[in-house]
Nanobody, 123 residues
């Protein structure tokens, strides 16, 4: 079984910072692309940032210059440093990883999601 566990969400004032973490565990052979998504109330889930295993990064326009995605391949962990937070950043944040796993004698590649962590930006 593969499990992604997120941490670091919470309540912060506008202009503040938070750092999200997402650690994967289980029969992981290799972690490929990692990403953060978010979903605000009444809205569709949207892509926030992606990072390849080699470190190529992309951001949504709405977070460029404020958020930084990074990863630790040895720990199968992805991070999201969020600075200059705005009320419109309020959402549940989900990590996603494209993982190669070994289970029951077979290798397979699948997308895995974290359980989500709430980020609320409010004064």
């Amino acid at each position: 079984q593969v499990q992604l566990v997120e941490s670091g969400g919470g309540l912060v004032q506008p202009g503040g910072s938070l750092r999200l973490s997402c650690a994967a565990s289980g029969s992981i052979v290799r972690a490929n692309n990692m990403a953060w998504h978010r979903q605000a109330p009444g809205k569709q889930r949207e892509l926030v940032a992606t990072i390849t295993r080699g470190g190529i990064i992309n951001y949504a326009d709405s977070v460029k210059g404020r958020f930084t995605i990074s990863r630790d391949n040895a720990k199968n962990t992805v991070y999201l440093q969020m600075n200059s937070l705005k009320p419109e950043d309020t959402a549940v944040y989900y990590c996603k990883m494209y993982l190669e796993i070994f289970n029951s004698g077979r290798y397979s590649l699948n997308d895995y999601w974290g359980q989500g962590t709430q980020v609320t930006v409010s004064s």
